[in-house]
Structures are given as C-alpha cells and as structure tokens.
C-alpha cells in the first residue's frame, strides 16, 4: 500500500486497542491516515493498548485519537462520532471491528449473553453506521465490516456467527441504500485469524489441530483486505464480503498437520 494513498484522511476502527483492529489501525496509519482507536470499558488493558497505540502512530507522524465507547450503547456511539470529528476533523473510513460475544453452544446461552450478543455485533454496528452517516456523505466515504467464516459454516460454540451472517445481510442492503450518498460499503469474511481469541477456539475445536499452519491468517493479512477496499483500486466492488481464508472453505477434507 502506498505510504500516503490516504494523507490528510480520517478511519475510525472499532474495537483497534488488539489484535485485527489494532493492525488494521497501523496500516492505516502507514499509509498517511490519521486513526480514531476504539476501547470498551475504561481502566483496563485495552485503554492501556488503545494508549499505547496511540502513542505509536503518533511517533510516526500521524495523528491518533482514543476513545472510549461501547458500540451496544447508543448514546456511547454518538459520543464516539462526536470526539472522533472534534480531535480530528473529518471521517473518511469506518471500520465496523468491535465484537463481543461467549463460546458457547446457542441452545445453551442465556438470556443477558442473547441480549449482549445482539446489541453489540448487530445493533452496535448499526448504531456507528447511522451516527457516522452525515460525515461519510460528507467524505463520500467507506464502510467495511469485518466478518468471519462463522457466517457461513458451523463452527462448535460461535453463536457470534450468526450476527456475523446478519451484518453481512446489513452490508448487501447498505451497499445500495447508501449508494446515493456516495457511500462504499463491503465487508472482509476472513478465516481463521491469529489472535488472542485462537486460543480460547481451541478448546472448543478440537479439529482446529488438524488444519495446517500456512492456512492459518495473520491480522496483518486482514488489514491489507481492509485497506484495499478503502482505496480507490477497489471502487468497482459494492456490497461483497470478500472471503480471506487462504482456502480452507475451499475443501471439507484436510490432510491432518504434521506433528
């Protein structure tokens, strides 16, 4: 990616104090951006990682706003589009990353999980697209979600899959209705990412042993996905979730990884 393909413009990425959000905050960053980090919850250590974060893209000669919002809440998302156009003027690019949901079976989650399930991975990215509209008609920005392949395929104890289907309905039905805005919508479906959240998968994936090493995503890998739909190579794609996954879907059958 050029290093100033997006000087002098504006993303706010969602749920960017770790892991997919993080990286996909720098690569904005290197390529000219100036970045709004989002954090949860205030005094632990994802404010310490949005901070910290901060800090560096800062170093390196862009601006960082951090703020603090949980995207289930609306009146938080009001706030977060307000500070983000004060510290920093416009907004060119929103990236829907935020996610929040247990591992569990659905038949087996409880009703504040159900609740907590929907208000943060539909409702909270509904709620950033509405509150972001004025200011991406503005831009004639973008909007990408970040999905995952729970969309598509049964994965054991990922009931965030089915919010991940859901918002990728939201992409297609935005993509037209936002396109006389001038507004881009698309999503990255991506596969199996490594983050913190691999490990926890593991546990309730026991086959997860089996898939070799080289099908396996790096965040970074997300990010060029993200930043690609963003730039102006891509202005020919319109409500499509691209699938990243280096195949794996691709095949039911894997040769099991060698030991």
Do not use: H
């Amino acid at each position: 990616m050029e290093a100033f393909l997006f000087k002098d413009r504006v993303a706010l990425i969602t749920g960017s104090s770790r892991g997919i959000g993080s990286s996909i905050a720098r690569k904005f960053a290197q390529a000219g951006a100036d970045v709004a980090i989002n954090y949860r919850k205030s005094g632990g250590s994802s404010e310490k990682k949005a901070m910290a974060l901060a800090g560096e893209i800062e170093q390196a000669g862009r601006r960082a706003a951090v703020v603090q919002a949980d995207i289930s809440n609306k009146a938080e998302v009001r706030t977060l589009l307000k500070e983000t156009l004060e510290k920093l003027g416009r907004l060119d690019f929103l990236i829907l990353n935020a996610a929040r949901a247990p591992f569990k079976p659905i038949e087996k989650l409880l009703e504040r999980e159900l609740k907590q399930l929907v208000e943060t991975n539909y409702m909270g990215n509904i709620f950033c697209i509405q509150e972001a509209l004025p200011a991406l008609t503005e831009s004639k920005g973008k909007i990408v979600f970040i999905s995952s392949l729970g969309s598509k395929f049964y994965n054991p104890s990922y009931p965030l899959g089915s919010m991940k289907a859901a918002m990728e309905a939201v992409v297609r039905d935005c993509a037209e209705s936002l396109r006389p805005r001038g507004i881009q919508v698309n999503g990255v479906c991506a596969g199996i990412v490594k983050t913190d959240a691999l490990k926890t998968l593991r546990q309730f994936w026991e086959e997860l042993e089996q898939i070799p090493e080289e099908i396996f995503i790096e965040p970074d890998e997300v990010a060029d996905a993200v930043l690609f739909l963003s730039s102006p190579a891509a202005r020919g794609i319109l409500g499509q979730c691209i699938v990243l996954d280096k195949g794996l879907s691709l095949s039911l059958f894997r040769q099991p990884a060698k030991k």
